[in-house]
């Protein structure tokens, strides 16, 4: 079970993760300016 589980978590966490750390905004929101930024 340890495989599927990293498997389903890897790929779930490794997308959001990356997508909401990377370029630090949501895909589906405009990017934030710098306040908006540092408000987050």
Known sequence: MPQGQ???AGTHTGTAAT???RPRRPWR???PPRREV???
């Open 6 to 8: 990293c498997r389903s």
């Open 19 to 21: 997508a909401t750390k």
């Open 29 to 31: 929101e405009p990017p």
């Open 38 to 40: 540092h408000f987050q």
